[in-house]
């Protein structure tokens, strides 16, 4: 990956008249390094990880817009706020990248010329479910289920500048992630102290910075056995 595609997340945060021919740069459509080609789940990427990959998608969502000259019906401007057409775009993307390595079967790229039919379909039915167009965007009515509070009826919202919602949607992606990175951490690190604490109240140790144990002192790696509280 090329310097300026490094540096590219950051320069869309405030985007010009050419963010859009930005956004397509060929260097963004391919990871900046060598990897195994594996599945996304964006349900439990990391922070670091999920930035990567978000801009990635978007790199490969407008070349797939630009090649197949795809229509807002298949591929609307933001669909980077349904989840179902994320799922969806990071499924054909992985797909891709797949069917075009090095080592891949030469009749890859046609299997997923096949892939891209299929998916250009239910692209369609997503979209027409979600009820987003080129020029506005609501968030996809959901079902409510006996029992469960009545979900408010989605104003949709005039689409003006698609490049910089997704700058600011990854943003606050990437914050919600972060948060909660630091908050299991916090929970990992009380965890842990807890049962330090235990162990020396159990072998009739100080307490006093158990918290932060000196090298040398009792640690979490002390198996269930030795503890005998």
């Keep these: 990956m090329s310097d300026d595609a490094q540096l590219f997340p950051a320069s869309l945060a405030a985007p010009g008249p050419s963010g ?16 195994p080609v594996v599945p996304i789940n964006w349900n439990t990427l990391d922070a ?6 978000w801009w990635q998608l978007d790199a490969f969502v407008y070349w797939l817009r630009d090649t ?19 799922w969806e775009l990071s499924a054909l993307r992985t797909s891709w990248l797949a069917g075009h390595a090095e080592d891949a079967h030469p009749g890859a790229p046609l299997m997923w010329l096949r892939d891209l039919g299929d998916c250009r379909r239910r692209l369609r039915d997503w979209v027409q479910r979600c ?19 009545a979900a408010t009826s989605p104003t949709p ?8 919602d997704f700058a600011i949607f990854v943003a606050d992606d990437i914050d919600r992630r972060r948060r909660i990175e630091a908050e299991a951490q916090v929970e990992i690190e009380q ?6 604490a235990r ?11 158990a918290e932060d144990p000196t090298p040398g002192s009792v640690t979490s790696d002390v198996t269930d056995e030795e503890d005998r509280s």
Excluded: C, I, K
């Design 20 to 35: 859009v021919a930005a956004s397509s740069d060929a260097d963004l459509l391919l990871p900046a390094e060598p990897e």
């Design 48 to 53: 670091d990880r999920a930035e990567q990959e």
């Design 68 to 86: 197949f000259g795809l229509t807002p019906q298949e591929l609307p401007p933001m669909w980077h706020r349904h989840p179902e057409l994320v």
């Design 131 to 149: 009820g987003t167009t080129l020029t506005e965007d609501r968030p996809t009515r959901l079902t409510t289920w006996p029992g469960e509070e």
């Design 157 to 164: 919202a005039t689409v003006t500048d698609r490049a910089s």
């Design 191 to 196: 965890a842990r102290a807890e049962r330090v």
């Design 199 to 209: 162990l020396r109240r159990a072998w009739g140790l100080p307490t006093t910075g």
